[in-house]
């Protein structure tokens, strides 16, 4: 297992790599080219000079999260070849810069989607937070100026603002898609990049829905146990795995994080792992909490020891934290608060392996 953080790129982060290396047990950074626009290729010499960045301050990058798919793929319109193609590509230039695994996400329009970035939890500290009926009331246009303009200048990833401007006409053609033709247009991006994956030994590791149920009548399809199973029978490679999110899959109250953990782990397909504590005030309504099990609604002991007990070799990051400490940051990516989650998970890990000896 190696723990991770997520970085953004090109000065576009209040963290620095520097400060990063000093959180102890951290190893690297996962991170993204996020200017290259979706579907054209990463260049390998941005790709080297990236690396050069991260490796000189100590740090590894063997993660990226992520290159995001193009909507013609999703939609299954026929110019999905060439992004494919270009897919494939930016697999083969991960590769060269010695990049181990690679997350992604297949929602449809949009990426993950909260009503509040600052939600001012009882402690003074701010998180980020999803009530469903607030979701429902707002227009999608709305909830992207939302999440744009409380940003804090940052780019939000998945939220890209040349996206925005489709987004009304995107959700309509999705609207009239069958869920069973999302899961066909998934299947023919698998079967043409895992070979390649498999090739360039890049492990593809997608990320969970987030929220995981349908808004706007948009399909929902990583979402459940249920389905990630079906999602892992499309193409049964193992280099067709799983970013295991706890706080996505934990925002349906349905969903039991440890049980699923010891499947997917068990398998070998669990590939990534973002972990981070949720807590509900109702169903579909909950804030996003600091790590610790006493914070939240999930057992990270449970959840780490899953993943100990099942030979989990992949990464870990702590997914998002609060803002804390009066920290100015990315919603969600500040450094104290992860600095924490890392320190935590690390404690969790070490004991459960102590324990077993
Ligand atoms: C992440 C996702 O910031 C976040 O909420 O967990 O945006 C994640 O990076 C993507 O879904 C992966 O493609
Ligand atoms: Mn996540």
Redesign the pocket.
């Known amino acids: 297992m190696k723990m991770i953080l997520?970085w953004f790129a090109g000065g576009d982060d209040s963290v620095s790599l520097k400060q990063i290396k000093q959180i102890p047990g951290v190893s690297g950074i996962c991170t993204m080219l996020s200017d290259i626009p979706v579907g054209e290729v990463w260049p390998l010499e941005r790709l080297m000079a990236l690396k050069e960045e991260v490796n000189s301050a100590g740090l590894e990058l063997e993660v990226i999260?992520?290159v995001?798919i193009h909507e013609d793929i999703k939609k299954g319109l026929p110019t999905r070849d060439r992004y494919i193609d270009n897919y494939i590509k930016t697999i083969e230039n991960l590769s060269k810069i010695g990049v181990k695994c690679l997350?992604?996400?297949f929602?449809p329009v949009m990426?993950?989607m909260r009503s509040e970035l600052a939600y001012p939890l009882s402690d003074g500290s701010t998180a980020l937070a999803y009530d469903h009926e607030e979701i429902l009331k707002m227009n999608p246009a709305d909830i992207a100026d939302g999440i744009l303009s409380n940003s804090k200048g940052y780019y939000m990833?998945?939220w890209e603002p040349e996206r925005m401007g489709q987004m009304g006409e995107d959700i309509k053609f999705y609207q009239s898609m069958s869920t069973e033709d999302y899961w066909n247009n998934m299947k023919y991006f698998l079967d043409a990049v895992i070979p390649y994956a498999e090739k360039y030994d890049v492990k593809m590791a997608i990320?969970p829905d987030?929220p995981p149920f349908s808004v706007f009548g948009l399909p929902k399809v990583i979402n459940s146990a249920e389905n990630m199973r079906k999602f892992l029978s499309l193409n049964t490679s193992k280099y067709n795995g799983l970013?295991l999110?706890t706080g996505?899959l934990g925002a349906d109250l349905n969903n039991d994080i440890p049980a699923i953990v010891r499947e997917f782990a068990a398998q070998g397909r669990i590939h990534f792992a973002?972990i981070r504590n949720i807590k509900h005030s109702e169903d579909k309504v909950f804030t996003e909490s600091a790590h610790p099990s006493q914070c939240g609604d999930l057992d990270m002991y449970e959840i780490v020891k899953a993943f100990y007990d099942n030979g989990f070799d992949g990464y870990i990051r702590p997914?998002?934290g609060r803002m804390i400490w009066d920290e100015q940051a990315r919603p969600?990516?500040g450094l104290y608060d992860r600095a924490l989650g890392a320190t935590y998970l690390l404690g969790l890990w070490e004991a459960i392996e102590k324990s077993k000896k």
């Open positions: 997520r999260e992520s995001n997350c992604y996400n929602m990426d993950w990833p998945g990320h987030d970013t999110c996505s973002h997914d998002h969600g990516y």
